[in-house]
Each structure stands twice: as C-alpha cells, then as structure tokens.
C-alpha cells in the first residue's frame, strides 16, 4: 500500500462510467481531458442595509462534468447509446497518489439508482480535430460526492 498523501499526476487518474448496460466501464484510455470536478453552489444575495459585510445564503449544488479525448470507434459505440438517454449512469473519477488508485485515495462520483446518476447530454465528434466531448449533468436528488471507496 501507498501513503496516500502528497502531490500526484494525471496520468494516475481513472474515468469510470456505466455503459448502456449498467456496467461501469473504465474509459481512461479514451480520455485526455477530465474538466473541473466537484460541487458548485448557487449563492444569493441577502446583505440587508446595515450589514457590515455581503451575506449569502448558499444554495442547491450542481456538478456538470465535462469529458472528452480522441476519437475512437470503441468509446463512440457505447456513447451513442447513452447521449441523451434518461437512464442514471454511475461515475467514478478516482485520483490516484503518485501511484494507481488504491481505496483509501481520493474519488469523486456518484452510484446510479433508479432515481439518481449522471446523465450524457452533450456528446460530440470534431471530424476536424479528430476529437470526442460530452457533457454529464446530475440526475435526481442525489448528489455526487468525494470519497474515498469506488462507486459501483
């Protein structure tokens, strides 16, 4: 086992996601760009006249996910079954220190339930650029969250 704390690399991330049978499938090899991950909050303003400093309220949390690599008919057949379907998928984004993810290390994501996962609705093929994107947004009541055992 690894100390499982310290700087680390990209090249020690793994992307998890379900395919169009429910079956988290790893995607890693596919990817070269996993955008920003975590939860981003909605905030209001509620400073009143006399506060001495602004006030928010924080609200309800969102975590799109943008992901995306060169294209490759393997990882194009399975996203085209599942762009734009309403079915929860499972994600696991796994961060790995200076070493393959081990539980223990950081992940972040979420197990699809019935009611709740991510959903594909934005993929994309640059025949240009030879180049694959997709868009993730949550699904459901259920948030995504950072922990440290995978997600199934």
């Known amino acids: 086992m690894t100390a499982l704390t310290g700087r680390t690399h990209v090249k020690h991330i793994t992307v998890k996601l379900d395919n169009s049978g429910g079956t988290l499938t790893n995607i890693t090899a596919h990817c070269d760009n996993v955008g920003s991950i975590g939860l981003e909050f909605d905030t209001q303003d509620v400073t009143g006249y006399s506060d001495g400093v ?3 309220v924080i609200g309800q949390p969102r975590a799109p996910l943008a992901i995306g690599g060169p294209f490759d008919t393997t990882l194009h057949a399975m996203m085209i079954l599942i762009n734009g379907a309403l079915t929860p998928l499972s994600l696991d984004i796994q961060i790995g220190i200076r070493a393959a993810w081990e539980a223990g ?8 339930s019935d009611s709740s996962g991510y959903l594909v609705h934005d993929y994309k093929v640059d025949p240009n650029a030879n180049r694959w994107t997709a868009r993730l947004d949550v699904f459901g009541a259920t948030a995504p969250a950072w922990g440290t055992t995978a997600e199934t």
């Open 54 to 56: 602004r006030n928010i």
């Open 105 to 112: 290390a950081p992940q972040f994501g979420i197990s699809q």
